[in-house]
């Protein structure tokens, strides 16, 4: 089987066709062009349907780097049930470089999307959004390719600076870089490493953070991150779809 195009997204797919595609298949250096030319895309102000299904997808590679597994989930919301979920691969075609990993990972993560039988209402990703050197991190990528809103929601810093963080689960603070508002560093439990939420597409910062913080249980990271992740590294699903095995 060609590993480079495991799965294609199949008739009656819950997503819609990418809006603005362009070829994966580029150089570094082609990659920042694509991310110059589409970031004046993002949008920053609340453009969103009534929240009642939201996504995760995120992205695992094997031991030597050269496969990459997305995986995508639907849960309910506000209660955060597991409604659908899928999972594909390719073959890595590009580097490892900082700040481009969305030409890394989106493919297989439109893939995983591609499966999906019910569609999101908004999408949040394990990564950054606006938070980003050229403030086009993965998470507004999908979000301007899709016409879709999304989150951003980083484990580590990866731009800016900000003001000590409360304690308290709930409390965060402005992420900067200069002059400019880039995110915010949000405490999702209290006395735990903070994480970093920024816009993807189509959202507000501070629905954003409310977003997140909603999909946020006991655990440092979002429902859909947590479970998207397990999904990704092929670990056993936390939620299940599937029957009760019978008896008979």
Known sequence: MDQSAVVIQPPGSAMMPALHPHDWNVTPQEAVAIQERMRHLVETADRLPQIYRVAGVDACF????????????????????????????????????????????LPAVL????????????????????AHP???????????????????????????????????????????????????????????????????HRIALQTAVRLVLACTTRYRLPETTREAHRLASGKPRLYSLDPPPSNG
């Open 62 to 105: 094997d031991a030597d780097s050269q496969i990459v597994r997305a995986a995508a989930i639907v849960l309910s919301f506000p209660d955060l049930k597991l409604m659908d979920h899928a999972v594909a691969q390719r073959a890595v075609k590009f580097p490892y470089v900082s700040g481009l990993f969305a030409f890394r990972e």
């Open 111 to 130: 893939d995983a999307l591609g499966r999906l039988h019910k569609s999101p209402d908004i999408i949040i990703c394990d990564g950054h959004g606006i």
């Open 134 to 200: 050229r403030r086009f991190g993965i998470a507004s990528h999908l979000g301007v390719l899709l016409g879709q809103p999304t989150i951003g929601v980083g484990k580590t810093l990866l731009v800016g600076h900000h003001i000590e963080l409360p304690r308290e689960k709930g409390s965060w603070v402005s992420l900067d870089d200069g002059n400019e508002v880039i995110g915010a560093v949000l405490r999702t439990q209290t006395g735990v490493k903070p994480v970093y939420v920024s816009i993807g």
